[in-house]
Nanobody, 126 residues
Framework: QLQLVESGGGLVQPGGSLRLSCAASRLTLDSTAIGWFRQAPGKQREGVSCISSSGSSTYTADSVKGRFTISRDTAKNTVYLQMNSLKPEDTAVYYC???????????????????WGRGTQVTVSS
């Protein structure tokens, strides 16, 4: 069964860094776009960053641009989200999701994603 498993979350002080991982099983990243989304308490789930099936195109939301970087390792079938200069408002559950199919680009539209992980908690607090 296709599965996405997030890891790397935790408690970090403002200004700190974390690297989230999304390990995928039973799918090939070369034919799958991966997106990172987050949901804070009482708020809607929002898109953070995505990487296309080719790996050559990425998109990052303005709210985290310059601080978060998405990347992938096809040999490990894993996508990463490097988060630097973290702020309290980055506190949320972070989810990765897969959009099956070869696409030239990626978009952070939730309805396009076919499979979701269970999420990992990120808390930014002093």
């Amino acid at each position: 069964q296709l599965q996405l498993v997030e890891s790397g979350g935790g408690l970090v002080q403002p200004g700190g860094s974390l690297r989230l991982s999304c390990a995928a099983s039973r799918l090939t990243l070369d034919s799958t776009a991966i997106g990172w989304f987050r949901q804070a308490p009482g708020k809607q789930r929002e898109g953070v960053s995505c990487i296309s099936s080719s790996g050559s195109s990425t998109y990052t939301a303005d709210s985290v641009k310059g601080r978060f970087t998405i990347s992938r390792d096809t040999a490990k079938n894993t996508v990463y989200l490097q988060m630097n200069s973290l702020k309290p408002e980055d506190t949320a559950v972070y989810y990765c999701a897969a959009e099956i199919g070869v696409q030239a680009t990626c978009v952070l539209t939730r309805s396009l994603y076919d499979y979701w992980g269970r999420g990992t908690q990120v808390t930014v607090s002093s």
